[in-house]
Antibody, heavy 118, light 111 residues
Framework: EVQLVESGGGLVQPGGSLRLSCSASGFTFSNYAMHWVRQAPGKGLEYVSAITGPGGDTYYADSLKGRFTISRDNSKNTLYLQMSSLRPEDTAVYYC???????????WGQGTLVTVSS | QSALTQPASVSGSPGQSITISCTGTSSDIGGYDYVSWYQRHPGKAPQLIIYHVTNRPSGVSDRFSGSKSGNTASLTISGLQAEDEADYFCTSYTNINTLVVFGGGTKLTVL
């Protein structure tokens, strides 16, 4: 059974940093692209970032580039999202998502809440 | 504001058919056949129901179908059932750096 468990969310002040982790199990982690998708309160889903299976290629929403960094450790079956210079508008539930391909998603984690507020 | 435009809500009676549109640009929907649709029930994880514009994953009812014309993709649900009441959102590959763009989601109400 595929499981994706996010952690690392919480309350952070504007300008602060946070690292999200996603522990994956139930599939060969290194074979699949992984994604981060977020949903702000009362808003729709927003694409954040993606990384290919071997980790050689990364993609970011234009509005986030330079502040967020996606990475993965295939030896630990773990996906990461390093977030810096956080802004109140980054407040959202962040979902770790397994890709069935680079542009399709087949499994979603339960999400971790990031709140950026003073 | 989402990159892809969907109606906020649609409704239909059991047995009827409804169509949800998803409008983008030539950089995404219009340029590539990588449109997907997802169904999301409250409190549940989204489920992929259409990929590559028209394809259904194994196990998805054939009451769900997808199409595309120009910069607009559409999801049609025929023979509406109460269990179809959910949020539906579209995604598309984009040749702008982001890779994937999302629609804002459409709430389907089965009357």
């Amino acid at each position: 059974e595929v499981q994706l468990v996010e952690s690392g969310g919480g309350l952070v002040q504007p300008g602060g940093s946070l690292r999200l982790s996603c522990s994956a199990s139930g599939f060969t982690f290194s074979n699949y692209a992984m994604h981060w998708v977020r949903q702000a309160p009362g808003k729709g889903l927003e694409y954040v970032s993606a990384i290919t299976g071997p980790g050689g290629d990364t993609y970011y929403a234009d509005s986030l580039k330079g502040r967020f960094t996606i990475s993965r450790d295939n030896s630990k079956n773990t996906l990461y999202l390093q977030m810096s210079s956080l802004r109140p508008e980054d407040t959202a539930v962040y979902y770790c998502v397994k890709g069935s391909s680079l542009v399709n998603f087949d499994y979603w984690g339960q999400g971790t809440l990031v709140t950026v507020s003073s | 504001q989402s990159a892809l435009t969907q109606p906020a809500s649609v409704s239909g009676s059991p047995g009827q058919s409804i169509t949800i549109s998803c409008t983008g640009t030539s950089s995404d929907i219009g340029g590539y056949d990588y449109v997907s649709w997802y169904q999301r029930h409250p409190g549940k994880a989204p489920q992929l129901i259409i990929y590559h514009v028209t394809n259904r994953p194994s196990g998805v009812s054939d009451r769900f179908s997808g199409s595309k014309s120009g910069n607009t993709a559409s999801l049609t649900i025929s023979g509406l059932q109460a269990e179809d009441e959910a949020d539906y959102f579209c995604t598309s590959y984009t040749n702008i750096n982001t890779l994937v763009v999302f629609g804002g989601g459409t709430k389907l109400t089965v009357l």
